[in-house]
């Protein structure tokens, strides 16, 4: 959806997973077609609201996040909440390690970059880069958590990291450690091609 006065302005698109697209595969694997045009904004949401509907969205190949009428996403929360909507494409590729990494590192650069150039605040009271905590406040911190994640209060105690080839890295609780063995499962927290 795009609202212009010259249809030689470059622009292809907008949303998130459209640029990740293209920088991962690069622009000349992508093919912007126009599908009609429409009067004014407000036909062209509803329009766009009758395009792109869920069905659409579980397409593989489909670059929208959400149903049409409306805006990409903003931020990773809504990734998530997008993702559990119903948008097993989505989530299909972040099953991909490779993909899950390239799509992880370009968020960062980006929320980074609106960080610096002032699009977002920082939801701290300052800025902790390059500062540290003084040996008083590493002691308060170390008596206040004493005692809090040992043993079974730990959250991960009794488990083991397990992997197998084609599957990501899980842990595993104590009395299904057999199961897993013999389902082909190897200790430790790498991802086997």
């Keep these: 959806m795009h609202s212009t006065d010259s249809l030689n302005d470059g622009y292809i698109g907008s949303g998130k997973r459209l640029w990740n697209s293209i920088n991962y595969h690069s622009k000349d694997k992508h093919k912007k077609v126009i599908l009609e045009f429409c009067v004014d904004r407000e036909e062209l949401k509803k329009r766009e609201k009758e395009i792109v509907t869920k069905e659409l969205l579980l397409e593989e190949l489909c670059m929208n996040l959400q149903i049409g009428g409306g805006g990409g996403f903003i931020d990773y929360k809504h990734i998530i909440k997008v993702s559990k909507s119903g948008n097993e494409a989505f989530l299909k590729k972040m099953e991909d ?9 370009k968020l960062s650069e980006s929320n980074k970059k609106q960080y610096e150039d002032g699009r977002r605040e920082r939801k701290y009271f300052y800025d902790w ?17 004493k005692g809090k994640y040992c043993g079974e209060k730990n959250s991960v105690y009794g488990r083991k990291w397990m992997s197998k080839k084609g599957e990501l890295p899980k842990m595993i609780k104590q009395e299904e450690i057999d199961n897993h063995l013999l389902e082909g499962w190897l200790f430790g927290k790498k991802i086997i091609k």
């Design 129 to 145: 880069k390059g500062k540290n905590h003084t040996d008083e406040s590493k002691l308060k911190i170390s008596e206040s958590k």
């Design 97 to 105: 390690s490779s993909y899950r990494e390239y799509f992880s590192k």
